[in-house]
């Protein structure tokens, strides 16, 4: 898992590093070329595309020294952490949900995949089965019990 978003990471990183160093400089010496630089459209879209570049390689090359530092090995093997899939009771419904806790880059709500950075997975994060759980979320609180769990060690 985390893997495939590491390649994905990378991918963008070398394509948006690309536009920066050759892209971006040509389009900024064309646009230098046309004249007046305080009124000139095509110099400041450069521009702007050049600091949103800069920033997005940043937050890339951070992402990616994070996720370096993960120890698939010492995730714990008897609660609930990145990588566990969990069987939720919702109290308050009283629906059983299933969530598989992910990288923020892999959430996608639809396909059961929960970003360990969102309010549920924060609030699942180091329980056990049979615990009852309650989440801060934007709509509110939310009541669960885990009622089955699934680390990424036991799915391997």
Do not use: C, W
């Amino acid at each position: 898992m985390a893997q495939d978003v590491r390649k994905k990471l990378e991918e963008e990183l070398k394509i948006l590093e690309t536009e920066l160093k050759i892209d971006i400089p040509r389009e900024l010496q064309k646009a230098a070329a046309l004249g007046d630089l305080r009124e000139n459209a095509e110099y400041k879209a450069a521009r702007d595309r050049q600091e949103y570049l800069q920033a997005r390689v940043g937050a890339l090359r951070k992402r990616l020294s994070d996720l370096a530092l993960i120890n698939f090995d010492s995730l714990p093997t008897d609660r609930i952490a990145y990588g566990s899939t969990v069987l939720l009771l919702d109290i308050d419904k009283d629906e059983e949900v299933t969530y598989r806790l992910v990288t923020s880059e892999e959430a996608d709500i639809s396909k059961g995949l929960i970003s360990t950075t969102s309010p549920i997975g924060k609030g699942l994060m180091g329980k056990k089965e049979g615990a009852e759980v309650e989440v801060k979320t934007p709509q509110g609180v939310r009541r669960f019990e885990v009622l089955k769990l699934t680390t990424m060690h036991d799915s391997q």
